[in-house]
């Protein structure tokens, strides 16, 4: 029977003793039965990873950006805050409606938000934008998968745009997953020099 291995930053096992570690966000660890209880369901596990409620950082808090659900909202077409004038709140923090918390979204709403601050800072009306998601996964080297979405502003969110984005095929060829992985690698050149450049 596989051993069942919690992180230090989960569970512990202690030499000869039932040790139980209660979570913040209402997980408990019993590694004498190797379970783990949420409140959906208990779990066995050979290896668990217990990942903390997720919200904005402490920083959105002490701007005042953050509302009671721990995210920020924000207008959609220039990303300003809806609790604090003149501040802008951009990736994972954001309430961007249907839009996904990814690299690919954030460097796209940071681009989105410089227009719309660019806009107003010349008193003019931001345009409306439309934002463009793609998230790669490598499979292996010469094998891509992709999902893609575009959204727009709609009733105050980002809203999916009827028809567009999708997933790649299921039953895709070879060549098609090696063209994947090219565009995989090559997104993640373009990012990492456009945020380190």
């Given at each position: 029977?596989?051993?069942?291995v919690?992180?230090?930053?989960?569970?512990?096992?202690?030499?000869?003793?039932?040790?139980?570690?209660?979570?913040?966000?209402?997980c408990?660890c019993?590694?004498?039965t190797?379970?783990?209880v949420?409140?959906?369901?208990?779990?066995k596990?050979d290896?668990?990873?217990?990942?903390?409620?997720?919200?904005?950082g402490r920083?959105?808090e002490?701007?005042?950006?953050s509302?009671?659900?721990g995210?920020?909202?924000?207008d959609?077409?220039?990303?300003?805050?809806?609790?604090?004038?003149?501040?802008?709140v951009?990736?994972d923090?954001?309430?961007?409606?249907?839009?996904?918390?990814s690299?690919?979204?954030?460097?796209?709403?940071?681009?989105?938000?410089?227009?719309?601050?660019a806009?107003?800072?010349?008193d003019?009306?931001?345009?409306?934008?439309?934002?463009?998601?793609?998230?790669y996964s490598l499979?292996?080297?010469?094998?891509g998968?992709s999902?893609?979405?575009?959204y727009?502003?709609?009733?105050?969110?980002l809203?999916?745009?009827?028809?567009?984005?999708g997933?790649?095929?299921?039953?895709?060829?070879?060549?098609f997953?090696?063209?994947?992985?090219s565009?995989?690698?090559?997104?993640?050149?373009?990012i990492?020099?456009e945020?380190?450049?």
């Open positions: 029977m596989p051993r069942t919690f992180p230090s930053s989960a569970c512990s096992r202690r030499r000869g003793s039932s040790f139980t570690r209660d979570f913040s966000n209402g408990r019993r590694t004498a190797r379970t783990l949420t409140d959906f369901a208990t779990y596990a290896v668990a990873n217990v990942i903390p409620p997720q919200r904005a920083i959105a002490i701007a005042g950006v509302d009671q659900t995210w920020c909202p924000i959609p077409i220039t990303f300003e805050s809806r609790l604090q004038t003149g501040i802008h951009i990736g923090a954001a309430i961007a409606g249907a839009m996904p918390k690299a690919f979204g954030a460097n796209a709403e940071a681009k989105v938000c410089a227009a719309g601050i806009a107003l800072l010349r003019e009306t931001p345009s409306s934008p439309k934002l463009i998601n793609t998230c499979v292996a080297p010469d094998y998968i999902i893609a979405g575009v727009h502003p709609l009733n105050g969110r809203a999916d745009v009827e028809g567009a984005g997933l790649s095929p299921a039953e895709a060829p070879p060549d997953r090696a063209l994947e992985a565009y995989a690698e090559a997104w993640f050149r373009t990492t020099a945020t380190f450049a």
